[in-house]
């Protein structure tokens, strides 16, 4: 299994500001996802970091308004740049374990940062 | 395109009433699995089960059972004696095995299950 942990755990922001929020897995994992759900809304998926390279963006999300970095295997951090209301969602990241044999995938999420954008 | 259906938006029901939770899905793949999770009101996402499409078995897990039918592309979950508890949002997910292990994850819209005392 894994253990995700996620910061801050919730925050109130201004518009206009940014916010970077930061993962951390307690086992090295080859991809590491960020997810937003908004408000009654379902998970959808921002981009997939795959350390060592460039984060690869879901359709509707760009670089400029969500950059990611992920400089180990252990951790990532998701930024959201020049807020607005609209951005108020939980931001989840979540981290798939797998192996071939036998076949298994888990994918683990971490707490969420609940975050509201004034 | 990948596609889960979750069409039961809310579902309420008296404690200790069996209830099913209905998750359609469509993929091009054959090889893929799919997710049960459960999102208590604390906000968190709980990972209830996973099955890949090459097992076709049901699986019970205490007052948890799951039937999985590719022939109607369905997983539906059900909560046998419900209690108050089990009150949370269901979210079923689809994830395609790619060479590198499954990659993301598309998720339902979620049923609401409300469990009364």
């Known amino acids: 299994s894994a253990v995700i942990s996620q910061k801050p755990s919730r925050d109130i922001c201004q518009r206009g500001t940014s916010l970077t929020i930061q993962c951390q897995v307690d086992?090295?994992?080859?991809?590491m996802f960020w997810y937003r759900q908004q408000p009654g809304q379902s998970l959808t998926l921002i981009a997939t970091?795959?350390?060592?390279?460039?984060?690869?963006?879901e359709s509707g999300f760009v670089i400029d308004k969500f950059p990611i970095s992920r400089p180990n295997l252990t951790f990532s951090t998701l930024t959201v740049s020049n807020m607005s209301p609209e951005d108020s969602s939980i931001y989840l990241c979540?981290?798939?374990?797998?192996?071939?044999?036998?076949?298994?995938?888990?994918?683990?999420f971490g707490p969420g940062t609940r975050l509201t954008v004034l | 395109a990948q596609k889960v259906t979750q069409a039961q938006t809310e579902i309420s029901v008296v404690e200790k009433e069996d209830v099913t939770l209905d998750c359609v899905y469509e993929?091009?793949?054959?090889?893929?699995?799919l997710f049960w999770y459960k999102q208590p009101p604390s906000g968190e996402l709980v990972f209830l089960i996973r099955r890949n499409s090459f097992d076709e078995q049901n699986e019970i897990s205490g007052r948890y059972s799951w039937n999985f039918q590719k022939s109607t592309s369905s997983f539906n979950f059900t909560i046998t004696a419900s209690q108050v508890v089990d009150s949370a949002v269901y979210f079923c997910a689809l994830s395609e095995a790619g060479t590198q292990g499954a990659q993301k994850l598309v998720f339902g819209q979620g049923t609401r299950l409300t469990i009364n005392p």
């Open positions: 086992s090295q994992v080859t991809m």
């Open positions: 979540s981290v798939e374990l797998w192996d071939r044999d036998p076949p298994y995938n888990e994918q683990f």
């Open positions: 993929t091009r793949d054959t090889t893929y699995y």
């Open positions: 970091a795959n350390q060592g390279s460039e984060a690869t963006y």
